[in-house]
Structure formats: C-alpha cells, structure tokens
C-alpha cells in the first residue's frame, strides 16, 4: 500500500500562470446546507475559497445565503432548486466541480437534489455527508455509474459509519462478494470504489483512497499524517471543500484526493500547535489551510533545493 508524501501532495497542488482570471482558476458549486445545518455550507465554501477556486458559488437555503453574505460575502449564493437551470460543463480553459451533501439531512427532496447533480454535471461532483444517501438507491448508484461510462469522475467521501452503511446496501446486491463486516478500512475503500466507479476517500484516523477506475491498478493509497485534532464536527465539510477547490482547478482527481488530504490534515496539525490537540475547532483547522499550503511548498522546495 503506498503512502502519500509531502512531495507528491506539493506537485498535485496546480500553479498559477499569469493570464489567469477567476473563471480559468475554476469554477467549485457546492450545493449543501439546510436550514438546520447552515455551518457545514459555510465551512465547505470557505475552504473552497481558500483553496484557490477562482469563483465560488453556493446553492442553498436562505439561512445559509444569510450567513455566507456576512462571513465570505465573495461568494455567489443562490437557491439550491436553481441548480438544475443553470450550466455545469467544463471546457479545457474553463474547468469547474461541484461539491454537493456537506449539511444535507438525508431527506427525499435532497436525495432527489443530489442525484439530479450527479445527473446534470459534465464535470467532477464530490459527494459528502448526507449526499452520500443518494447512493444508496438505485437511481443514485445507476447515475454515479452512468458518471463513469461517460468519464466524469465522482470522489466519494464517507467516515466510517457511512461506508458501512452503503457496504450493508451494496450487499443485498446479488453480484457483491465482499462482507462488509469483514472488510478492513482499505478493503472497504476499494469495494465501494470498484461499485460505484468512483473515487473513495474513506475518512478516518488513517485516510484511505482508492479508485474506481478498471484500468488502473487495485491499490489503495493511506494519507497517514492524520491526528486526533481532526475528529471534530465540521472537518470532515472543511476537506470537501479542499477537494473540490482542486477539482474545480483542473486537478487529476485522484491527485485532488491525495493533495487536499494531506493539506487538510497538515492544517490540524498546525492548529494543534497553536491551540493544543484538544482545544482545536474545525473553524482553527479552516484558519490554517493557507499556513499549511505554505509550508507544504516552502519543505519540498528546499528538500528539492
């Protein structure tokens, strides 16, 4: 099982020519919040933006749209409905994602929200918490697959418990062999990989990523630079966020999975030197994205001298 290196995450991060403009930085939607969970949205957007999307844009519920207006007025908040009007191809000079389920809570109308995302965008989606329902049914698995015949890459991100939960729905499946109560961590990672297609980020104290893809080699690779400052609510919104800034710059995605990795988990550390493992706050993970990307560059390049 390899491992991902400060120096294979430094080179996935993309560099920025000097013609660049907010659209050829990329384009991150995020479709996430509710009314009742409006921190996961905001947490999300802003590490997206902090990640280097050259325009960001929210579609949500009012409550979330109030407190991004306050708190990151620089993105473009509209009602989450609109979302199927609008336009989600990407282009060689233009490339865009979108990040959908960070707050959602599992209902019909965002079960229905999520599988029109994967259904609507010519581009990478990468599903999160309560997106990840829509997987688990079977127009949700037959569009995520639909996803892969067509080449667009999906990156799935559960925590443990929702990865058993969609190993326990892709085992009443006949063709599934896998027992998912006798899975390891990366086992799991693979299995649900190979079924949708997609790429797995199966979060955790060790993170591990494996792809979908059928041409590639069935190896999972662990970010193993996790630390127990991370398992605190909002976090795991803050690396959706990460993920899908890198996607929406044209980032390779399994690259995209390996580098915002690796920088988010860098952040948690640095947060815990300044505040302590046990003190740390998933907003202090989201104020030291920009440090850790930072140092990240400044330790590979003087390791490369």
Request: some cysteine; charged content about 20%; glycine content about 10%.
């Amino acid at each position: 099982m390899k491992s991902i290196t400060s120096k294979k995450a430094a080179h996935a991060l993309p560099s920025l020519r000097a013609d660049v403009n907010k659209y050829t930085r990329g384009v991150c939607e995020l479709v996430v919040g509710s009314e009742r969970f409006v921190g996961a949205a905001v947490l999300a957007a802003s590490a997206a933006n902090r990640m280097g999307a050259g325009y960001v844009k929210v579609y949500s519920c009012d409550a979330v749209a109030s407190a991004l207006h306050v708190v990151q007025p620089s993105s473009v908040v509209l009602p989450m409905q609109a979302y199927v009007n609008d336009f989600h191809a990407q282009d060689e000079r233009n490339p865009r994602a979108t990040v959908v389920g960070c707050g959602m809570r599992n209902t019909a109308a965002e079960v229905k929200t999520t599988i029109d995302v994967l259904s609507y965008t010519a581009a990478p989606v990468l599903v999160d918490g309560g997106g990840l329902a829509a997987l688990a049914t079977p127009e949700g698995f037959a569009a995520v697959r639909n996803r892969f015949v067509e080449g667009y890459p999906t990156v799935i991100t559960p925590h443990g418990g929702e990865a058993f939960r969609l190993m326990r729905w892709l085992a009443e499946k006949p063709e599934t062999v896998r027992d998912p109560d006798r899975c390891s961590p990366n086992e799991t990672a693979l299995a649900l990989a190979d079924a949708f297609g997609a790429i797995c980020v199966l979060k955790g104290p060790d993170t591990f990523i494996a792809s979908g893809d059928e041409t590639a080699p069935e190896e999972v690779t662990v970010m193993l630079q996790g630390t127990p400052a991370l398992a605190k609510a909002g976090t795991g919104d803050i690396l959706a966020g990460c993920i899908g800034a890198l996607l929406a710059q044209g980032v390779d995605a399994f690259d995209a999975c390996m580098a915002g990795t690796f920088v988010h988990a860098r952040a948690g550390m640095l947060a815990a030197v300044d505040h302590d493992e046990f003190c740390v706050t998933a907003e202090d993970v989201l104020g030291h994205l920009a440090p850790a990307v930072g140092s990240l560059l400044r330790k590979v390049r003087k390791e490369e001298g």
